[in-house]
């Protein structure tokens, strides 16, 4: 494909599941990537674009990180709509992410304008509820003003695009609903290569199953949604069990506090890809129980390493985890007690049993799979 290809992402903040597609889809398209800001802690962005016949594309970077919450949203609103004259010299344009939309107005009439939609803006629309509830009453009225604000930019952003892409049913379902928006569903990439075959065997003779090292893992990022309290408080519940957690987020060091005083409760913070591939590799179960999750790239890379996740049934994890198959899956509303005897339930040796399940599972979300459809959908779009 000889077209010029640009990703607007909003930003690198951590490293996310969207993150990665974005690094795996500008490799696989050759493509530049624009985002607001860079942070260490995300991506090393090395060999960006990089393909047979072009070596690493640019990257963009509008901005440093606004770490105050609305003010960070503004600016993001202005950097994306004024700093991106750039966007005229490429031929295909597609968003990643909300704040980047505001970019849309740059766009010429014979640009093809694609979005990846990850999900509509969650405090603006599904979860405004929930975040709604979290705010003192005088700040209610304002933050009511906000989500107006926010939705009026998003959809109008949306409705200029030629292309739009979800990145699950669940999130397809919310962009008809709350936008009126028709999408086609591609699920993002595992990188199936790098939680293969990670686990440590044991010497023969062992007790436990082979890769099965007598723990549990959480390595979900460390968010109130992602509700990893509730993984902790049921492990202090069973102190015969251990549980390891090995990632990071806004909640590390609460998660750190509940640990304390808890002897089989790890936390880790994050680890670098090898090591967490090893941590994978030599689980008994993921654990990741989020609220209403758009997608969930977790569950299956640790089914691409042949481990079952302990999941909730709600949002997209209904598409990714097989329950009593490839995991098990919790009421949507479930009481610590479901969490507790899942836990019970799904033991070293009942994994293993799962273990082939789970891969053929994960190889149904492959990178290869990814790449190929971002191609065929980017290349009809070119001749329609």
């Known amino acids: 494909m000889d077209k010029k290809i640009l ?13 990665r597609l974005v690094l795996i889809m500008a490799q696989a398209l050759g493509a530049d990537i624009a985002t607001e800001y860079w942070n260490k802690s995300s991506f090393a962005p090395t060999n960006v674009g990089a393909t047979e016949d072009k070596g690493s594309a640019k990257i963009i970077i509008l901005g440093k990180q606004i770490k105050h919450v609305g003010l960070s949203y503004f600016s993001a609103q202005w950097r994306f709509f004024w700093r991106t004259k750039f966007i005229k010299n490429y031929d295909i344009i597609i968003f990643s992410g909300n704040n980047c939309l505001s970019a849309a107005w740059r766009c010429k009439k014979n640009q093809k304008k694609i979005m990846y939609c990850h999900t509509p803006v969650r405090y603006a629309y599904d979860l405004k509820d929930y975040y709604l509830e979290q705010k003192p009453i005088w700040q209610k009225p304002l933050f009511l003003l906000f989500v107006y604000l926010a939705r009026l930019i998003y959809q109008w952003g949306i409705k200029k695009m030629d292309l739009v892409l979800a990145n699950s049913q669940n999130v397809q379902v919310r962009l008809k609903k709350y936008c009126n928006v028709e999408s086609i569903v591609i ?88 090591k967490l591939a090893e941590l994978v590799g030599n689980c008994i179960a993921n654990i990741y129980i989020p609220k209403q999750e758009d997608f969930g790239m977790t569950p299956l890379e ?13 949002g997209g994890l209904r598409e990714t985890i097989i329950h009593r198959e490839t995991g098990y899956l919790l009421p949507k509303d479930y009481a610590m007690t479901d969490l507790i005897k899942a836990v019970e339930w799904l033991d070293a040796q009942k994994a293993a049993e799962m273990s082939a399940e789970c ?19 980017i290349f009809s779009s070119i001749i329609n």
């Open 7 to 19: 990703i607007l992402h909003d930003r690198f903040k951590f490293k996310g599941g969207a993150e």
């Open 187 to 274: 699920y993002p990439p595992i990188d199936l290569e790098k939680f293969t075959n990670r686990g440590v065997r044991l010497p023969i003779g062992s007790r436990t199953p082979a890769n099965y090292q007598g723990y549990y893992l959480s390595f979900g990022r460390l968010d109130p949604l992602k509700r990893v309290d509730d993984i902790v408080c049921a492990f202090h519940l069973m102190p015969d069990k251990k549980l390891i957690v090995a990632s990071g987020g806004p909640e590390l060091e609460k998660i750190r506090q509940m640990a304390q005083g808890y002897n089989n409760i790890e936390v880790l913070g994050f680890m670098d890809d090898e």
């Open 302 to 314: 640790a089914a691409a390493a042949g481990k079952p996740t302990i999941g909730v049934d709600d």
């Open 359 to 377: 891969k053929r599972q994960a190889e149904k979300f492959s990178k290869s799979k990814f790449v190929e459809h971002m191609r065929i959908k």
